[in-house]
């Protein structure tokens, strides 16, 4: 059997997946809010909301490389610098 999307960018050990589902739920919804605040700020004309998202987006991103894995600084704190960096050209 395959493993789900995204399953290879996280050490698991056999058995561990449903243990963690409800973490993963969790992320996603966090996830969900971060793309919405970025969204509604763009919408809203307020780059206040859109770079505060942004921070945070990074923020968690090198805690992620920081505590599980390098990779998730190059997958999700990486963009997200680079947006605040075009934004402010």
């Known amino acids: 059997m395959d493993a789900p999307a995204g399953a290879q960018d996280v050490p698991q050990h056999a058995g561990e997946g449903a243990a963690t589902r409800v973490l993963g739920g969790n992320q996603g919804l966090y ?8 969204g509604v700020g763009l919408a809203m004309d ?5 770079t505060f998202a942004l921070c ?7 805690y992620g490389a920081w505590s599980v894995n390098r990779r998730i600084f190059y997958i999700q704190a990486l963009p997200a610098i680079l947006a605040l960096v075009l934004r402010s050209l």
């Open 56 to 62: 945070c987006v990074v923020a968690a991103g090198v």
């Open 31 to 38: 996830n969900g809010f971060l793309a919405a605040g970025i």
């Open 46 to 50: 307020e780059p206040v909301l859109v």
